[in-house]
């Protein structure tokens, strides 16, 4: 009787189901050891097919006017991997596509080209034009004015090396003590050393 009624379910619903699927549809009508037999039954009898999924297994009715052989499978199959590749090869030209629709769109515009050309030759003139005034200037300074400036450039240049020396020799004093590395002191004082920050002193 459980054979008749599983075949007769899996006919009508024409949908592959598992073991448990069909013992919950047919509402607890019969066990789920009965089901269980009767579709290794309806099985070996090939009036149904069974498919392995991993470790389930799934059972489905085979409708008369539609016998599915193995070659039918094995056309699917080739049509799926035939229809996802082809789908894989959709998705790479699109992305491409809209890489390079990015980079156009990205790009100024005609009247923005122009725009910026002709801002670019007004300050090469202007820069040009600068340049041939300070080429061409008589404004020298005097010799005392240079002096001047020498002098203060030598006393500001004596100021820096002396506050660098004692700086250094704070540091110094204090890392004698200190249980860590001179680096990790000044990163945890923020002190950033002329070497550091590549500066030299300019002749």
């Known amino acids: 009787m459980a054979n008749e009624a599983v075949l007769k ?20 009508a019969f066990t789920k050891s009965a089901v ?18 991993g ?27 035939s229809i996802t590749e082809e789908l894989l090869e959709k998705s790479n030209t699109l992305k ?7 980079t156009i ?12 050309i002709e801002e670019l030759k007004r300050r090469i003139e202007g820069f040009e034009n600068k340049l041939k005034v300070l080429s061409t200037s008589t404004n020298i ?9 020498m002098s203060q450039h030598e006393k500001f240049l004596k100021e ?23 680096k990790s002191f000044l990163e945890e004082l923020c002190i950033e050393t002329d070497e550091m920050v590549n500066f030299k002193l300019m002749n």
């Open 9 to 28: 379910y899996l006919v009508d619903t024409n949908r592959p189901y598992s073991c448990a699927d069909v013992t919950v549809n047919l509402r607890g």
């Open 36 to 53: 269980q037999k009767a579709l290794d039954y309806l099985s070996e009898n090939a009036k149904i097919r069974c498919k392995l999924y």
């Open 55 to 81: 470790k389930q297994k799934v059972y489905a009715a085979i409708q008369p006017e539609n016998v599915v052989e193995e070659g039918d499978t094995e056309d699917y199959d080739a049509q799926c991997k």
């Open 96 to 102: 491409t596509t809209e890489i390079n629709l990015k």
């Open 105 to 116: 769109l990205s790009a100024p515009t005609t009247d923005s080209a122009k725009s910026q």
């Open 141 to 149: 300074i005097s010799a005392e004015e240079k002096t001047a400036i």
């Open 160 to 182: 820096y090396r002396k506050r660098k020396r004692i700086s250094s020799d704070i540091i110094e004093a204090v890392l004698e003590g200190y249980p860590k590395s001179k």
